[in-house]
């Protein structure tokens, strides 16, 4: 369990992990586990710098929580939304051309835009919460945002064939993931309220029938996306009721 957690660590932050791991597709399912504990880690982090830039303007608060944000994270599921935002448009319907896209580490111009535009909303949603003093949201939204990897393992084909993601799904201990899951979103729920809850699980389901429907399953730059559109949705959400 330590080499999984470990795993989960290294793959998901830039978090050193001063250690070499020894990899098996049984550790590599169960790291999966530990993917709502990395987004406590990330979400501890930017709730403790949250917490020391109180006296700040908020505006400034934000920016700098949201840089940390995307350091903690090493800009990975950003990478996915942008290869998504290219494949999606230039794939024009055609599921071989959409991957073709996603494997071409070039950015284009539609993928800059959502970026600068999921970047801008979400300094915008911080500002909000930091002014409305809700720090506890700095926590709970990045494990939210990485539990949702778990319910789209759990529930949809991953299509890209010997590779990563393929092991983490096949290995996956489905009834510990339920589980956990399910943990998650009662405690979110009860902490946040069920707003975020219902905009992460209204994101997800949007996201698993567009890639169903383009690509017939899951990619790794389709699950990074999620992890940047359920932060987004369950971050806006809380600002517009707050």
């Known amino acids: 369990m330590r080499n999984a957690l470990l795993l989960a660590v290294q793959f998901l932050t830039r978090i050193p992990v001063p250690m070499q791991i020894q990899v098996s597709p049984r550790q590599l399912g169960y790291s999966v586990l530990f993917y709502p504990l990395v987004g406590g880690l990330i979400g501890g982090g930017l709730y403790l710098l949250g917490s020391l830039l109180a ?24 990478d996915g939304l942008a290869d998504c935002a290219d494949a999606w448009v230039g794939g024009t319907g ?5 991957l ?11 993928a800059v835009i959502v970026l600068v535009l999921v970047l801008l909303l979400k300094w915008v949603g911080l500002s909000v919460l930091i002014t409305e003093q809700r720090l506890d949201s700095l926590f709970w939204i990045p494990v939210l945002g990485r539990s949702s990897l778990l319910l789209l393992m759990m529930t949809t084909p991953y299509i890209r064939k010997n590779g990563l993601g393929e092991q ?6 489905v009834s510990a993931a339920k589980v956990i899951l399910g943990l998650v979103l009662a405690i979110v729920w009860v902490v946040l309220g069920f707003i975020p809850v219902l905009a992460a699980l209204s994101c997800l389901f949007l996201i698993r029938r567009v890639a169903l429907h383009r690509l017939a399953g899951m990619t790794g730059d ?10 987004l949705v369950a971050l806006l959400s809380l600002a517009l009721y707050v």
């Open 100 to 110: 073709a896209i996603m494997k071409d580490p070039a950015a284009g111009t539609v």
């Open 94 to 98: 055609n599921r071989e051309k959409t």
């Open 55 to 78: 006296a700040q303007p908020p505006q400034l608060g934000a920016a700098l929580i949201l840089a940390i944000w995307v350091f903690l994270s090493g800009g990975l599921h950003l």
């Open 168 to 173: 983490l799904v096949e290995n996956l201990p």
């Open 222 to 231: 389709v699950y990074g996306a999620s992890v940047e559109l359920v932060e």
